[in-house]
């Protein structure tokens, strides 16, 4: 976890809540000795930066984004501060696999949106596998976490019980 993401998180937390008011559910249903992959449904752009604010500041996080984000110059500068990394989402983008298990081999969670893209009703779109790939090959828990415009929930669920 970078310097940058904990000053962000002192300085947005407020400013997110003021604007986007949520409440957290389930965060004690997180494993607080290992890193997780963290699999959120994705309905709104402030999703990402949602969750983040929602976890302890302690919990360092990478997020996997869509490579498109990044060619825009300042959010892509601000979102590799915050620990975010590309993804090429209509290839199977063998450097954002290795970067996110390379990220959890080293202590970091992993965020991810499994369906590739924002989706305004859930079953709309199938999630795609690699997730569990790299939770496979990590040995990282994968953590389900659940509708952000709402409170957010942190569920207890393991790769077992979910549907790809």
């Known amino acids: ?23 957290v ?7 607080k000795d290992r890193p997780v992959v963290l699999c ?6 402030m999703d990402p930066f949602l969750i983040c604010v929602a976890l302890p500041r302690t919990v360092g996080v990478r997020i996997m984004c869509k490579r498109e984000l990044f060619e825009k110059p300042f959010l892509g500068w601000f979102l590799s501060k915050l ?13 954002a696999v290795k970067t996110s298990i390379k ?14 893209t924002r989706v305004a009703h859930e079953g709309d779109v ?6 569990v790939m790299i939770a496979l090959r990590t040995g990282a828990p994968l953590q389900p976490v659940h509708d952000l415009r709402h409170p957010i929930k ?11």
């Open 103 to 116: 990220s959890i081999r080293d202590g970091q969670s992993l965020l991810v949106f499994p369906e590739g």
């Open 126 to 131: 199938r999630p795609k596998g690699g997730v």
């Open 25 to 31: 559910h389930g965060r004690e249903n997180m494993p």
């Open 40 to 45: 959120a449904n994705h309905a709104h752009a």
């Open 83 to 95: 620990g975010g990394f590309p993804v090429d989402r209509g290839n199977s983008d063998l450097n």
């Open 154 to 164: 942190i569920l207890r669920r393991n790769a077992h019980q979910l549907q790809l």
């Open 1 to 23: 976890m970078t310097r940058f993401y904990r000053v962000m998180h002192i300085i947005l937390f407020p400013i997110i809540w003021f604007l986007f008011p949520f409440k």
